[in-house]
């Protein structure tokens, strides 16, 4: 029984749990599923929901605040593209100081439960709560970020294929991830400078520790000799007090001895 549970979990078998939400992190029932959303407490995965600006609804947008058609409208793709690779390495950039990425996945899909979505999976769960901590509620281009963390950490299981062999019918309204690709170069040039930003940071942070190391011993040793003075001139203090009371006794003694 246990066994079959947990082969059916997150499948469409599963009447329980949501294969959508399980498999992709986003499900287009929202709120409203019948199946239930269990959301990770801890994951290596962080969602930023919507906040790459798709261009196809930033065009619709401004065609509407100008009072245009939607109908029609077209995009220019070379610009979208170059604003795409900004936008990733912008991302890339911020993310990657908290932590080596493993996967940096922005979606091209424009349901509304998935349109702008940005998966970020790092090498482990502590640097993505890092990154969730900080990130969550700051503003980047305008928009608040709202970051969870997600249930996805196999991509394979989360992506269209269909998609990736530029073949999905279902176009941007697909329910799997319609990631958006990146040149496998770029990625390599911000991995590295990444590891190379995060080396020079701990270089940084184990300098900053070492001359508080040193200050701190220095401090310290220069209370012990405060310490040593104070307890010095003490004892010479009570060794003179009992050196004259001794004295002056000694006198009187011998004061009396001659009277
Ligand atoms: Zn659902
Ligand atoms: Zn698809």
Known sequence: MAKHLARIHGTEEDKVNCPFYFKIGA?????????????????PT??????????M???ELQAAREGRSVDGIVVDEAKAREDFLVFFEDMYVELSKFGRLDALHICDNVGDHMIGHVYAKFS?????ADALNVMNGRFYDGR????????????LEARCRDFDEESCRRGGFCNFMHIKPVPMCLIRDMEEDADEERRREEMERAERRRKDDRRRRERKSDRRRRDRDRDRKRRSRSRSRSDSRSTSRGRGGRGDAKE
């Open 144 to 155: 608040r970020m709202e970051v969870e963390f997600s249930p996805v950490t196999d991509f």
């Open 46 to 55: 962080i969602l930023i929901k919507h906040i790459f600006k798709h261009p």
């Open 124 to 128: 482990d769960e502590e640097e993505a």
């Open 27 to 43: 499900c287009r029932h929202g709120d409203r599923c019948s199946r239930i959303h269990h959301r990770p407490a801890f994951s």
């Open 57 to 59: 609804r930033e065009a």
